[in-house]
C-alpha cells in the first residue's frame, strides 16, 4: 500500500539538542511538506519542497532545517534555536506542487521536549 | 491574502442528528480550490473533498455533503445522521493557483463529538 511514513510516532528530548523526524513516502509524490500543529490551531507550513534538491521556507520555518536528497524522503531537523518545539508534527505529500492536489498525510510525530 | 474560518470550535451533537461544520474563506484569486480532512484522534489527517472555483455544484457522498457558495465564500460541510466514528477534528483549507508551494491554508477546526 502507498502511503507517507513518519516516525517514531512520540519523540522525547531535552532542551538543547537537536532532533530529526523521519518523512518517508512511496507514492512518488514530487511535493512533500511539513506542518506543525499545536493544539486548538490548525496547521503551520514550515519547509516545503516542490522537486528533490529544493526546498523553501514556509510560515514558520525559524530553528528548523529541511534536506531533500531523494524524491521519497523529507527529514525535518528540529535544532535548539526553536523556541517552542514541543507539538505534534505532520508531514505531507502531493502529486505536484500546484495547488490543486490534495495533500495526503502521514500519522504524524508527537515531539515533547523538556 | 487567504485566510480560514472555522468559527464552531467544538459541536456535540448526540448520534443520529444532522450537523453543519461552516468554514468561510477569503482570497483574491480568482482560480482557487477549497478542501476538507478529517483529523481522527490516530492523528492523521484524512482527505475528504475537493472543490474548486468554478463548480459550485454541491456534492453528496454517503451521509456527507457540502455546500458551496461563492456568494457567501462558505464551504460547509453537512453530516447526516451522524455516527460515533464521526467523531473527529475537522479542518477546511484553502489553496490558491497562483500561491504554488505555499498552497494550502488550513482553518483552526471543528472539533466534533457525536454521543451515543
Known amino acids: 500500500d502507498g502511503g507517507i511514513t513518519q516516525s517514531p510516532k512520540y519523540l522525547f528530548r531535552k532542551e538543547g539538542q537537536n532532533v530529526t523526524l523521519s518523512c518517508e513516502q512511496n507514492l512518488n509524490h514530487d511535493a512533500m511538506y511539513w506542518y506543525r500543529q499545536d493544539p486548538g490551531q490548525g496547521l503551520r507550513l514550515i519547509y516545503y519542497s516542490q522537486i528533490v534538491n529544493d526546498f523553501q521556507k514556509g510560515d514558520i520555518a525559524e530553528g528548523y532545517s529541511v534536506s531533500r536528497e531523494k524524491k521519497e524522503s523529507f527529514p525535518l531537523t528540529v535544532t535548539s534555536a526553536q523556541k517552542n518545539p514541543t507539538a505534534f508534527y505532520l508531514c505531507?505529500?502531493?502529486?505536484?506542487?500546484?495547488?490543486?492536489?490534495?495533500?495526503?498525510f502521514g500519522n504524524g510525530t508527537r515531539l515533547t521536549v523538556t | 491574502a487567504q485566510k480560514v474560518t472555522q468559527a464552531q470550535t467544538e459541536i456535540s451533537v448526540v448520534e443520529k442528528e444532522d450537523v453543519t461544520l461552516d468554514c468561510v474563506y477569503e482570497t483574491r484569486d480568482t482560480t482557487y480550490y477549497l478542501f476538507w480532512y478529517k483529523q481522527p484522534p490516530s492523528g492523521e489527517l484524512v482527505f475528504l473533498i475537493r472543490r474548486n472555483s468554478f463548480d459550485e455544484q454541491n456534492e453528496i457522498s454517503g451521509r456527507y455533503s457540502w455546500n458551496f457558495q461563492k456568494s457567501t465564500s462558505s464551504f460547509n460541510f453537512t453530516i447526516t445522521a451522524s455516527q460515533v466514528v464521526d467523531s473527529a477534528v475537522y479542518f477546511c483549507?484553502?489553496?490558491?493557483?497562483?500561491?504554488?508551494?505555499?498552497?494550502?491554508?488550513f482553518g483552526p477546526g471543528t472539533r466534533l463529538s457525536v454521543l451515543p
Open positions: 505531507a505529500s502531493s502529486i505536484d506542487y500546484l495547488g490543486n492536489s490534495p495533500l495526503h
Open positions: 483549507a484553502l489553496s490558491e493557483a497562483q500561491n504554488y508551494g505555499q498552497n494550502f491554508v
